[in-house]
């Protein structure tokens, strides 16, 4: 117990062992840099919160399908640290204490990206995600959060997040919406903030070579000091090829021809099917408006291709799709013909793609970022491709799909259409 570090930063967390202090909490959002002790006090908390209140917690992280390798031993080892050896039975998926538990569950759990049954959990009223800047989106958070419902205590959720950058849900979500810029250790409605970096902890206890370094760093590249060792949110990562979208919150124009106000524009949606068990079926659906292309809508999922089938006919009824663009690599040549037969009445332009994807998509991102808009308020299947779209490195080997299919639209507009040789 001797050796037992925790920052005063997270004594409001502690605090929330009292059901009388702030009891309209019931989300702790914890951002960080490197050694801030976000996890090390985490799994504290949850070790006390299930041996001296009798919490039952569920402990995910998303990407790691086998998720005893990853965060469980990090609360493993404060067992001992708080002298709960005798006290605690370890097991390969859980650490219990009498009738009470901390389970370690997955959420992604195959190669597609399916997730956890979660909605028949039960009995839970503590839910930590590690490393939460890799949830997809809103809809996955909620899934979860909704399956956290104890009638006897409180229920509380708690995400542990190195920040990235500033387009990411979790930001827009719990910063950009209440006036946060991150950083911030308050409350504000029903969420807790906590931030902390090296500095809150003991830095006597630090490697020396590791403290030299971000020492060097502090002096050498402020910004990258401040996004990776402080963990401050970012406007944009080193190599991010779509930094910043321009946004749009309705159509130019009215949707009557009639209307005085009416401006012409077709719709389009540009296909680039799944190839590979990872891989994302993608089709953002735009409006085109002379040089200016509004992506309001999308597919992006990872179904097999008979579904597609359907849910592509459906969003071409539901937005009167009259083009539709498809690389025809792989299973896209299948697909065309599939969609030129079930529906004759619209244009399918098919096309094979050279290889190397990222030049073609470094290619086409200018006119991307110049000439195409982004619903500002989207839907969670848009949010989920916008932010597919914004994480995207010139160094990424993979979750490329939507950047591939928006820049292959961008091409085949330019190319084709004869668009985006003028000014806007």
């Not at 570090?5 to 409001?12: L, T």
């Not at 001296?52 to 569920?58: A, E, I, K, S, V």
Request: aromatic share 12%.
């Amino acid at each position: 117990m001797e050796n037992l570090e925790i920052s005063v930063k997270f004594k409001p967390l502690f605090q929330l062992f009292n059901n009388d202090f702030h009891p309209e909490v019931d989300t702790v959002i914890i951002t960080g840099g490197r050694y801030s002790l976000k996890s090390y006090t985490v799994s504290i908390f949850a070790l006390v919160s299930l041996v001296n209140y009798g919490w039952n917690t569920l402990y995910t992280r998303f990407t790691n399908m086998s998720i005893v390798d990853s965060v469980k031993p990090e609360v493993s080892d404060k067992i001992d640290l708080l002298g709960l050896g005798g006290r605690v039975v370890d097991t390969k998926t859980h650490i219990e204490h009498g009738s009470n538990h901390i389970s370690f569950k997955g959420i992604k759990t195959g190669s597609k990206g399916q997730t956890a049954n979660l909605k028949s959990l039960s009995g839970f009223n503590l839910f930590i995600n590690d490393e939460a800047e890799e949830l997809p989106d809103l809809k996955t958070f909620k899934k979860i959060f909704y399956s956290i419902r104890s009638t006897s205590t409180r229920n509380l959720t708690i995400l542990i997040l190195n920040p990235t950058t500033k387009d990411h849900w979790i930001f827009k979500e719990f910063f950009e919406k209440k006036g946060l810029k991150g950083g911030d250790n308050c409350i504000n409605g029903s969420v807790m903030y906590i931030h902390s970096s090296y500095l809150d902890s003991d830095i006597n206890r630090m490697p020396k070579n590791i403290l030299a370094d971000y020492n060097k760093l502090k002096i050498e590249d402020k910004k990258e000091y401040d996004s990776i060792v402080m963990g401050g949110w970012v406007s944009e990562l080193e190599g991010q090829i779509f930094p910043s979208l321009k946004r749009f919150t309705e159509f130019p124009g009215s949707d009557d021809p009639d209307d005085p106000g009416y401006i012409h524009y077709f719709t389009i949606g540009a296909i680039d099917t799944a190839d590979e068990g990872t891989d994302y079926f993608a089709m953002p659906i735009a409006r085109v408006y002379g040089n200016r292309v509004y992506v309001f809508d999308a597919i992006f999922d990872q179904d097999n291709l008979t579904i597609q089938e359907s849910q592509v006919q459906s969003k071409v009824k539901e937005h009167k799709i009259t083009h539709l663009y498809i690389e025809t690599n792989s299973f896209g040549a299948y697909f065309r013909r599939r969609l030129m037969e079930l529906m004759p009445q619209i244009e399918v332009f098919g096309q094979f793609s050279k290889p190397n994807k990222m030049a073609r998509i470094i290619a086409s991102s200018g006119l991307v970022k110049t000439y195409f808009y982004f619903p500002k308020d989207p839907s969670p299947v848009m949010e989920e491709f916008i932010d597919n779209l914004t994480r995207l490195l010139k160094t990424s080997t993979k979750e490329d799909d939507a950047a591939d299919s928006t820049c292959a639209l961008a091409a085949y507009l330019e190319k084709y259409h004869g668009m985006f040789k003028d000014n806007e």
